[in-house]
């Protein structure tokens, strides 16, 4: 082993020596290859007696096996060196840095309706809810929608396959929450009705096919259309500033009479529509049980999607649907 030392050494600092995967097999080649001294020296052993053979031959796996050791250990070193060096350059850092999250925030139609119930419980009112899939007793028939009426045909309501045909639905309006507490409640009733509701319309610049609504429902002794107004005028003005007017135009609706539409001032003196409203009809108050004689009331209602378009200025009421992070984070 003494005659082979000088040429592990050698071969083990070439190992050593070896800065990468190519330099390590262009060494080990050198030293382990057909070329090698080793492998002459294996030729040579046919050259001896074979009483000396079986010891020479011993002799050089010894010296092959430490030459590859020192070889097998550098590729392994190299090979840590290679992966920690690709592990830092994709290192990505977790750490928890509370000072620059950016927090999430309530979507816009969220704050609008958030904002509103608080307006309406201020003024005296309590929020109702229903169900979004409805019969047509609450969503027509209770409301003096007739049968013929274009608003109960498949071309502006979108009808489940639920019982009788064209007899249950999304609900196109929040009329229905109305009609479910003058069922369930004794007048009076001072609620308003927050909620999704549905009908065919395609999406474009001012429709959505689902939207928000709200409406209000009154129901008292003595209630007159000088109370739909001051109610109005007291939302617009808590709600848009003392600044904005209201007015009232005349309307129809079937569950409504007489019926009005509501508009708003704009700061060029011109007005915006915002929505229907209107003195329940004697009809509604019957279809719920209530004795039109004794009790009067008022309702009204309007789009909270259209609301926040009018107040924020937005050209286009799908900017609301379409979940672009970069103009919900403006609000």
Same mark, same amino acid.
């Given at each position: 082993?003494?005659?082979?030392?000088?040429?592990?050494?050698?071969?083990?600092?070439?190992?050593?020596?070896?800065?990468?995967?190519?330099?390590?097999?262009?060494? !080990?080649?050198?030293?382990?290859?057909?070329?090698?001294?080793?492998?002459?020296?294996?030729?040579?052993?046919?050259? *001896?007696?074979?009483?000396? !053979?079986?010891?020479?031959?011993?002799?050089?796996?010894?010296?092959?096996?430490?030459?590859?050791?020192?070889?097998?250990?550098?590729?392994?070193?190299?090979?840590?060196?290679?992966?920690?060096?690709?592990?830092?350059?994709?290192?990505?850092?977790?750490?928890?840095?509370?000072?620059?999250? !950016?927090?999430?925030?309530?979507?816009?139609? $969220?704050?609008?309706?958030?904002? *509103?119930?608080?307006?309406?419980?201020?003024?005296?009112? %309590?929020?109702?809810?229903?169900?979004?899939?409805?019969?047509?007793?609450?969503?027509?028939?209770?409301?003096?929608?007739?049968?013929?009426?274009?608003?109960?045909?498949?071309?502006?309501?979108?009808?489940?396959?639920?019982?009788?045909?064209?007899?249950?639905?999304?609900?196109?309006? $929040?009329?229905?929450?109305?009609?479910? $507490?003058?069922?369930?409640?004794?007048?009076?009733?001072?609620?308003?009705?927050?909620?999704?509701?549905?009908? $065919?319309?395609?999406?474009?610049? %001012?429709?959505?096919?689902?939207?928000?609504?709200?409406?209000?429902?009154?129901?008292?002794?003595?209630? %007159?259309?000088?109370?739909?107004?001051?109610?109005?005028?007291?939302?617009?003005?808590?709600?848009?500033? %003392?600044?904005?007017?209201?007015?009232?135009?005349?309307?129809?609706?079937?569950?409504?009479?007489?019926?009005?539409?509501?508009?708003?001032?704009?700061?060029?003196?011109?007005?915006?529509?915002?929505?229907?409203?209107?003195?329940?009809?004697?009809?509604?108050?019957?279809?719920?049980?209530?004795?039109?004689?004794?009790?009067?009331?008022?309702?009204?209602?309007?789009?909270?999607?259209?609301?926040?378009?009018?107040?924020?200025?937005?050209?286009?009421?799908?900017?609301?649907?379409?979940?672009?992070? !970069?103009?919900?984070?403006?609000?």
């Amino acid at each position: 082993m003494s005659e082979y030392q000088k040429l592990i050494d050698e071969a083990q600092s070439a190992a050593e020596s070896s800065q990468n995967a190519e330099e390590l097999g262009s060494a !080990r080649s050198k030293f382990l290859g057909k070329k090698s001294q080793l492998s002459e020296a294996k030729k040579e052993l046919g050259k *001896l007696e074979e009483r000396d !053979r079986a010891a020479a031959g011993k002799e050089l796996n010894e010296v092959r096996k430490l030459i590859e050791k020192a070889f097998e250990q550098r590729e392994v070193h190299l090979q840590e060196e290679a992966w920690n060096l690709q592990f830092e350059s994709e290192r990505i850092d977790l750490s928890e840095r509370l000072e620059s999250l !950016r927090r999430g925030h309530l979507h816009l139609i $969220t704050q609008a309706r958030d904002h *509103l119930e608080d307006v309406f419980v201020g003024m005296g009112f %309590t929020v109702a809810e229903g169900p979004e899939v409805e019969t047509a007793w609450y969503n027509f028939e209770a409301l003096n929608i007739p049968d013929w009426h274009p608003a109960r045909g498949n071309f502006d309501t979108i009808f489940v396959n639920l019982g009788s045909p064209e007899e249950v639905m999304l609900r196109s309006h $929040t009329s229905p929450v109305q009609v479910r $507490t003058m069922e369930n409640h004794q007048p009076p009733i001072y609620i308003v009705a927050p909620g999704r509701t549905f009908r $065919t319309d395609n999406a474009d610049a %001012t429709h959505l096919p689902a939207f928000n609504q709200i409406e209000g429902l009154v129901i008292d002794k003595g209630i %007159t259309m000088g109370d739909l107004a001051g109610t109005i005028d007291s939302f617009v003005q808590a709600f848009f500033g %003392t600044e904005v007017k209201s007015r009232l135009r005349p309307s129809y609706f079937p569950f409504t009479e007489p019926s009005a539409e509501f508009d708003i001032s704009r700061p060029d003196g011109s007005w915006l529509e915002l929505g229907g409203c209107g003195m329940v009809h004697p009809n509604v108050l019957s279809n719920c049980g209530i004795d039109s004689e004794e009790w009067q009331g008022f309702a009204f209602g309007f789009g909270i999607d259209r609301l926040v378009a009018m107040r924020y200025q937005l050209d286009d009421i799908r900017e609301l649907v379409v979940n672009d992070a !970069r103009f919900l984070r403006q609000f």
